[in-house]
């Protein structure tokens, strides 16, 4: 994080990014000493409401994070900013959203946590729209126009007001990753059975294990009858997360059941002394870890790989398999997962795959949903193919899988079993 007497001092010239988080009221006019060079500006976490007029004096500007402000409406002078692409406004007061607001260049729309009841239909004039990030409003409604944004690959419109899901989502050719639990036309998910439900007097918490979008991982020690179990803490960061609801991410992770290559869940945590949302989880063997890292703000949608990681057939074929099971046992269970990625996916030098975070799944009715699920493994299987070397004839057989995957039209991709079946196959050549 930078400061303020950085900035006056010059210190920070010829930056390509700047963070500033230290209550600031008012745009600080000396950022545009940066206008040359700066790229990605982070000024999340003030008290601001408006931004400047002249924000274009920063030409090279591309990123612009303005997460928990004071913003009331989107300020309309980004849509001036010639290079802007990636515009996050996250947990503002945020209710009206103007055409004018909207750079001809967006690819990706942060506007989670705010108050916006509709959305402009010019919208969909963005055409290099890839990620809309939606989650946590009151829209009531999608504008139709969005459908002309065929380059969308993924949406969270979690937690609004939606009476139906827009049929237009099923003609977008790109689309994989829909989180939208929590709006009124959503399936209602079933209660937690008895014996799942843990509470927390029985917990002895231990060291923190790691931090993510939507809460904290500890260690901990469960108290069963005369036995203890080594056990993992999720405990929820707050109401909201990015993706939707902790009440809707814990009633997937529970109603997923059991099976190998998913990290599922022990119970919900119930008695917590400040009314936390918290989830007993299994303790994670030692010897995992994340097949990929997050999108960057790059690469936007896909994942990042570390440089030259090749795998072996084998290794690719097993951790492919393992998903295709646990997503076909998701669907039999009518749960979209709604964020089947790589960095969700842990993998040990055995290949032994898990499939985690529920944080984006949705219980469905509408079969199709399970299409668009398959177009993420489709992008999971190209980035694995790549990176894969073993037998050219296997290899090309897999490169077939992933086209049948990726077509455009959602009715003729493959459902998960079939997939499975078909990995199994080639698994025994």
């Keep these: 994080m930078h400061t303020l007497s950085q900035l006056r001092s010059g210190l920070l010239a010829g930056v390509s990014r700047l963070d500033l988080s230290c209550g600031l009221a008012e745009f600080p006019q000396e950022i545009y000493q940066l206008a040359d060079s700066l790229e990605i500006l982070n000024l999340s976490g003030n008290s601001l409401s408006s931004l400047p007029d002249d924000l274009p004096r920063l030409h090279q500007l591309k990123v612009i994070f303005c997460s928990d402000n004071q913003f009331q409406h989107l300020p309309e002078v980004l849509g001036r900013c010639p290079q802007l692409s990636m515009v996050g406004f996250k947990a503002n007061q945020i209710s009206s959203v103007s055409a004018a607001a909207l750079p001809k260049t967006l690819r990706w729309l942060i506007l989670t946590d705010n108050q916006l009841s509709q959305l402009p239909a010019e919208l969909g ?19 139709a126009e969005l459908a002309a944004c065929q380059d969308l690959e993924l949406i969270r419109i979690a937690a609004n007001q939606l009476k139906v899901l827009p049929d237009w989502l099923f003609t977008l050719p790109k689309l994989a990753w829909l989180a939208f639990a929590g709006n009124p036309f959503c399936k209602a998910p079933p209660p937690p059975l008895s014996s799942q439900l843990v509470h927390w007097q029985d917990l002895q918490i231990a060291e923190q294990l ?35 609801l902790p009440q809707c991410e814990m009633a997937a992770c529970l109603a997923a059941g059991e099976h190998p290559a998913l990290i599922g869940a022990i119970g919900e945590v119930k008695h917590h002394p400040e009314q936390t949302p918290a989830l007993l989880m299994p303790l994670i063997a030692s010897g995992f870890s994340n097949l990929a890292g997050p999108p960057s703000l790059e690469s936007c949608t896909r994942d990042i790989y570390q440089q030259d990681q090749p795998f072996s057939l084998d290794i690719t074929l097993r951790i492919l398999s393992s998903i295709a099971a646990a997503a076909a046992h998701l669907h039999a269970a009518q749960i979209l997962h709604g964020d089947l990625y790589a960095h969700n996916i842990l993998i040990n030098t055995k290949g032994e795959t898990l499939l985690g975070d529920f ?24 980035e694995l193919i790549s990176r894969t070397e073993g037998s050219p004839a296997l290899l090309n057989q897999l490169l077939h899988l992933q086209a049948r995957c990726s077509q455009s039209d959602l009715d003729s991709r493959p459902i998960f079993t079939e997939i499975f079946q078909e990995l199994s196959t080639l698994s025994n050549n």
């Design 125 to 143: 004039q963005c055409l290099f729209l890839q990620k809309l990030m939606l989650a946590g409003n009151q829209l009531q409604s999608l504008p």
């Design 210 to 244: 790691g931090e993510g979008a939507s809460g904290l991982i500890y260690k901990a020690s469960w108290q069963i009858e005369e036995a203890t179990q080594d056990v993992a803490l999720k405990l929820f960061k707050g109401a909201l997360t990015s993706d939707g």
């Design 359 to 382: 944080g984006a799944a949705s219980f469905y009715t509408d079969t199709r949903l399970q299409k668009i699920e398959v177009k993420a493994f489709a992008y999971l299987l190209e």
